[in-house]
């Protein structure tokens, strides 16, 4: 169905701004998730929504008629449907007690659960119907409608981070459905102009009264998490705490509690605290971020006190190693602690590295009188940035490399992070760290450590911190590294210290004497022989710790940059097998439990969504035998495409140095460069077949010189200044981007010459095997690593256009029939 109206060029801004609603809601959403749910659960929502995206073309083909009647007044009504029940979502997630943890506690949470998946389905249904049908309405003009999609989303990719830090998280939702009214718009001007007046005047109303609207709504954490903990009486009796300061930011939400009214006495319960301190606790603001991960302020006010704790603490403990002042380097600055322990105990200089700019803020400045105005000490740098790639492009060296409590619950990439991906725990990340100690200098990892009900220890996370010291030691061709390793327990605690040179005898006697003085436990000490199970592994040959590993249930060989995964995962094999379970938190293994059942829905939906259209075609007489090739070959479009954008994205991080510049220059490059290609793909080779061939040859030669010398490329510029780092990734991606761009339109050109009925169907299974593969790349990285998920991505793009080549070969000989 050709498009004839005079105002039909309406319908590409009206793509661009549907698709940039999309791509923003999608992001702002997993944000929102975050906060309220758990960063897996936020995955599993938005990638069940999504497919309600891909079903509309399903739609669309099961019921042409929406096709063949006044589809102008159709899409107008699905997109300022849209526009309204988007806002209106914010009230369904503010007061539904939705409760992921409890699914097998509470049946009424799966009522919960289905009020959340409609809440977020509906919106992406109805913004699909609204794509679906424009490339179905202008399939002849394919490359322009798919480069408006295209670069819509790349836009929606570069403004949803801006957007969230000034707006917050809800109001780039509201932001999203404010483009969804404004494509609203167009569609209307597409049927008829008067209708046009509606959706502008909702246009201003959101504008108007969005911020009040969601501000005047109460977003509350899912109840397992910390925050809940922290601000309900139970925590401290008969006292119970408010936020007074909350902030969306696409890191992270932040919120402060206020301090307590009293000092309460340190019981024995705080973390990593000496059984010498017998004081009271500090008044501290807890800053929850996304409602659990946890950093603290303390009160300035009594220095004197303040001084006691801190060397009382688990966080003096490298110092007992070091030269007197020492140069620092701090990983996640957080709330101030690491930087309060260099400064009583004299450092002569002190640089904290902060991953979220609303945290460093309170730090140094709103809140700064309260904490004692640290970060402006002499010697003290407190800065934002990612810790891992400052090390990168840092060329001083340090006595001490220091990081507490960095591996939390926080995302990577704007709450995308499902199974804890994080690069500063890799080999490659250790390696770095010691290449950037003075002689003498120290790593110190320290992190909450669960504890069995006797008291003493797990060690399977720990085990993935020590695999990786031990693996970046052998790099540096250590022939004994378990000599260069020290792991103590201070308490609820677990800190490893990690030396390049081996730790003396002298230096063992010293840690062996703070623990018994202050009540740690040490758990691996060179020259001692300690009976547990990370002692074990340290000690083992390193053939029997490959076998260790390889018995394993839990994955235990070392993270590295190819596959970053730094909390303990099971194997595939055993994640359903109870016999294996660890008594870890349940969310620490609930993001890979619930990837399975995912994937399957997300299998299973896509099937309904391939297989019910072709079962009606069939039943209507209307089946072609190119369909089989058609199904495969956008399948592989969903596949590849998405194969590759995920593992660009987790390459990035460490290029560009922040996960939101990962996101946002990765998705807009990619998106934008396709949309550039979509719209150059007729142009330049008329001929669909041929057209095809350059686009797969340019793909497959950029795709191994990619996989081949990316790491290269970063290396190379990796010291160099973000905007040049910036316009390297463009220029890296978008070649990429442009020759991926052309496969959608060249092969709707073919459905339009070979079955022109199936263009929905078409739109409909490469929008649902795209939730597929964003599921399956994150199952296959954690086994094979991101590379591969790179190198699959082109064998993909290979099989599908070999399918789409046989299915016009079988078309053409029916026609000839």
């Known amino acids: 169905m050709a498009l004839a109206k005079p105002r039909s060029a309406a319908i590409y801004p009206a793509v661009f701004l549907t698709s940039a609603g999309v791509l923003m809601l999608q992001i702002a959403l997993t944000r929102l998730f975050s906060f309220t749910l758990w960063y897996n659960f936020a995955y599993v929502v938005i990638s069940l929504a999504l497919l309600g995206y891909g079903a509309s073309g399903a739609l669309l083909s099961a019921f042409p008629g929406v096709l063949r009647g006044n589809l102008g007044r159709t899409l107008f009504f699905c997109s300022i449907a849209s526009a309204i029940l988007i806002p209106a979502s914010l009230v369904v997630y503010a007061h539904t007690p939705f409760y992921p943890l409890q699914l097998f506690r509470d049946q009424a949470q799966w009522a919960y659960l289905v009020i959340y998946y409609a809440a977020a389905g509906i919106p992406f249904f109805l913004a699909g119907i609204c794509i679906a049908g424009a490339i179905s309405a202008a399939s002849e003009r394919v490359t322009r409608v798919y480069c408006a999609d295209l670069v819509g989303a790349g836009l929606g990719a570069g403004l949803v981070v801006t957007a969230i830090w000034h707006l917050e998280t809800p109001g780039g939702v509201i932001l999203a459905a404010g483009l969804m009214a404004a494509a609203a718009i167009c569609w209307g001007w597409w049927w008829r102009p008067v209708a046009a007046v509606a959706p502008l005047a909702l246009v201003a109303l959101l504008a108007a009264g969005g911020g009040p609207f969601w501000r005047s709504l109460d977003f509350r954490p899912s109840v397992e998490k910390l925050m809940v903990r922290l601000t309900e009486p139970g925590w401290v009796p008969r006292y119970r705490r408010q936020p007074v300061y909350t902030h969306w930011g696409a890191v992270f939400r932040v919120d402060v509690l206020e301090p307590l009214g009293k000092r309460v006495p340190a019981t024995g319960w705080y973390g990593g605290l000496s059984v010498r301190y017998r004081g009271l606790l500090p008044r501290i603001l807890h800053i929850p971020h996304d409602g659990d991960a946890n950093a603290a302020i303390f009160d300035a006010s009594n220095e004197r006190d303040l001084k006691r704790f801190i060397e009382d603490s688990e966080v003096s403990l490298p110092y007992l190693l070091l030269r007197?002042?020492?140069?620092?380097?701090?990983?996640?600055?957080?709330?101030?602690?690491?930087?309060?322990?260099?400064?009583?105990?004299?450092?002569?200089?002190?640089?904290?590295?902060?991953?979220?700019?609303?945290?460093?803020?309170?730090?140094?400045?709103?809140?700064?009188?309260?904490?004692?105005?640290?970060?402006?000490?002499?010697?003290?740098?407190?800065?934002?940035?990612?810790?891992?790639?400052?090390?990168?492009?840092?060329?001083?060296?340090?006595?001490?490399?220091?990081?507490?409590?960095?591996?939390?619950?926080?995302?990577?990439?704007?709450?995308?992070?499902?199974?804890?991906?994080?690069?500063?725990?890799?080999?490659?990340?250790?390696?770095?760290?010691l290449a950037h100690l003075r002689d003498g200098g120290v790593l110190c990892i320290s992190e909450i450590e669960p504890t069995t009900p006797l008291g003493g220890f797990f060690f399977p996370h720990g085990i993935l911190?020590?695999?990786?010291?031990?693996?970046?030691?052998?790099?540096?061709?250590?022939?004994?590294?378990?000599?260069?390793?020290?792991?103590?327990?201070?308490?609820?605690?677990?800190?490893?210290?990690?030396?390049?040179?081996?730790?003396?005898?002298?230096?063992?006697?010293?840690?062996?004497?703070?623990?018994?003085?202050?009540?740690?436990?040490?758990?691996?000490?060179?020259?001692?022989?300690?009976?547990?199970?990370?002692?074990?592994?340290?000690r083992a040959a390193p053939d029997m710790r490959a076998q260790l590993i390889h018995a394993s249930p839990i994955r235990r060989d070392p993270p590295t940059d190819d596959r970053p995964f730094i909390w303990p995962y099971y194997k595939w094999r055993h994640v359903f097998n109870p016999a294996h379970h660890y008594e870890l938190a349940t969310l620490r293994w609930s993001g890979q439990l619930v990837m399975v059942p995912l994937l399957g829905v997300a299998v299973l939906g896509s099937l309904v969504f391939i297989l019910g259209p072709l079962a009606l075609f069939r039943r209507r007489g209307l089946y072609s035998p190119a369909a089989s090739g058609l199904a495969v070959y956008f399948a592989a479009l969903g596949f590849g495409f998405m194969f590759i954008e995920i593992s660009f994205i987790q390459k990035f991080v460490l290029f560009l140095g922040y996960p939101t510049y990962s996101l946002t220059v990765v998705l807009s490059a990619l998106l934008v460069s396709s949309g550039v290609g979509s719209l150059a793909s007729q142009r330049l080779i008329p001929r669909a077949e041929r057209s095809l061939v350059w686009a797969l040859a340019g793909l497959l030669a950029l795709g191994v010189v990619y996989i081949a010398a990316g790491s290269h490329v970063f290396e190379a510029f990796l010291g160099y200044a973000l905007w040049v780092r910036i316009v390297v990734a463009v220029g890296m991606i978008a070649p990429l981007g442009f020759a991926m761009g052309m496969f959608f339109p060249t092969g709707i050109r073919v459905v339009n010459e070979v079955a022109p009925q199936f263009v929905p169907w078409a739109w409909g299974i490469n929008a649902s095997t795209s939730v597929v593969a964003a599921i399956l790349a994150v199952m296959l990285a954690m086994s094979v690593g991101f590379r591969l998920v790179a190198v699959c991505a082109l064998a993909v793009y290979v099989l599908g256009v070999a399918a789409l080549y046989m299915a016009h070969r079988r078309a053409h000989i029916a026609s000839a029939r």
């Open 324 to 433: 007197p002042r020492p140069k620092v380097l701090i990983i996640g600055g957080g709330g101030g602690r690491e930087v309060l322990a260099a400064i009583y105990h004299e450092a002569e200089s002190t640089t904290a590295v902060e991953l979220d700019p609303i945290t460093a803020d309170l730090i140094t400045r709103r809140l700064a009188d309260y904490a004692g105005r640290i970060t402006e000490r002499p010697g003290v740098h407190y800065m934002v940035g990612e810790g891992r790639s400052f090390v990168r492009r840092s060329r001083e060296k340090y006595d001490l490399i220091q990081m507490h409590g960095t591996d939390t619950l926080t995302a990577t990439s704007m709450g995308a992070n499902v199974l804890f991906e994080n690069y500063i725990y890799t080999v490659e990340a250790v390696t770095d760290y």
């Open 465 to 538: 911190r020590a695999g990786a010291a031990l693996e970046a030691l052998r790099r540096r061709g250590v022939e004994h590294p378990e000599q260069n390793i020290a792991a103590i327990a201070p308490r609820g605690e677990m800190a490893y210290l990690v030396q390049p040179r081996p730790f003396t005898r002298r230096e063992v006697e010293r840690l062996k004497r703070y623990c018994a003085e202050n009540g740690f436990l040490p758990v691996h000490l060179p020259h001692y022989k300690l009976h547990n199970e990370l002692a074990h592994f340290l």
